[in-house]
C-alpha cells in the first residue's frame, strides 16, 4: 500500500494511526485512518473536502476511546499539517487540534491554541494543566507541518521538520475514559477553524531525519 503522495514515501516503521484526507476510504461523515487499525472516526458535521484536505469550522471528528493512545509514560510521536484560519474562534474557547484528554482534572494530552496565554504558539497540555508551548508562532493562512515528540522525560515541538523547542518533564499521559478527538478539545469544547490534511502517530520518537521524511513526503501537495 503507498502512503504518500509524494517522494520518499512517509515514515512506516511504529505507525499506529494514519488519518490522510486524501484517502479515499472516507466521505462525507466518516474519516477513516490509514494506519494498521483502520479506524473510522465520525465527524460532527460533515466537513469542506477537497482531494487533499478537509476544511472545518465548528466541526469536528470522533475516533472514539482508543487505548494505545493512552501514552502514560511511554515514548511517541504526533504529526501533523494544517492551515489555520485564524488561532481563536468564535467562542473564544481554546482551540483544539488533536487531543485525548477530558478535562484539567484528568490525565491524558491535548494539542491546542491557547487563548490566554502562548496565544500565537501550538501548545501541547500534558496531563491536568501542564502546558509547554512552542517558540515559533503558528501561521495563520498557509500550511505548515508540526510534530511533537516524546523520547523518555524529553518533548519536543518541531516546525516544519525543524527543532522548535524542548523541554524535561515525568508525566502519565493517560486518560482511559477520554474518546480522540480532531478538530476539538474536549476540556473546553473549542472546535478548530481551518484545514487539516495529515494526521500521523507513532510509538516512539521520531528520529530529526524521520521528521524531514515525513515533511518532505507531503510538502509537495502543499506547493512548499
Known amino acids: 500500500m503507498t502512503l504518500s503522495h509524494g517522494s520518499p514515501a512517509i515514515v512506516i516503521t511504529g505507525l499506529q494511526f494514519f488519518a490522510d484526507a486524501a ?3 472516507s466521505s462525507a461523515t466518516t474519516w477513516v485512518e490509514r494506519g494498521p487499525y483502520a479506524y473510522s472516526g465520525t465527524w ?4 469542506t473536502y477537497s ?3 478537509v476544511t472545518t469550522t465548528t466541526n469536528y471528528v470522533q475516533f472514539g476511546v482508543l487505548p494505545q493512545f493512552d501514552f502514560g509514560t511511554s515514548d511517541f510521536s504526533i ?8 488561532w481563536v474562534n468564535g467562542t473564544n474557547n481554546s482551540v483544539g487540534v488533536i487531543g485525548k484528554k477530558t478535562s484539567d482534572a484528568t490525565n491524558g494530552w491535548q494539542i491546542y491554541h491557547n487563548t490566554i ?5 501550538m501548545v501541547v497540555r500534558l496531563t491536568l494543566s501542564n502546558d509547554f508551548p512552542s517558540v515559533t508562532n503558528v501561521l ?18 518541531w516546525y516544519n521538520s525543524v527543532l522548535d523547542s524542548s523541554t524535561t518533564a515525568s508525566y502519565n499521559l493517560a486518560d482511559n475514559t477520554a474518546g480522540m478527538n480532531i478538530c476539538y478539545a474536549q476540556t473546553w469544547g473549542g472546535t478548530y477553524p481551518g484545514s487539516i490534511s495529515v494526521v500521523q502517530i507513532y510509538n516512539y520518537a521520531l528520529a530529526a ?4 521524511q515525513n515533511f518532505n513526503a507531503h510538502r ?3 506547493g512548499i
Not at 44 to 47: F, H, I, L, N, S
Not at 79 to 86: G, R, V
Not at 117 to 121: C, G, L, M
Open 51 to 53: 482531494p487533499l484536505w
Open 79 to 86: 504529526n501533523f499539517w494544517i492551515n489555520p484560519t485564524q
Open 140 to 157: 495563520v493562512g498557509g500550511w505548515q507541518m508540526w510534530t511533537l515528540t516524546r523520547s523518555g522525560t524529553t518533548f519536543s515541538w
Open 117 to 121: 496565554i502562548n496565544t500565537t504558539k
Open 209 to 212: 531525519g524521520q521528521i524531514s
Open 220 to 222: 509537495g501537495r502543499f
Open 44 to 47: 460532527t458535521v460533515a466537513p
Open 23 to 25: 484517502n479515499t476510504g
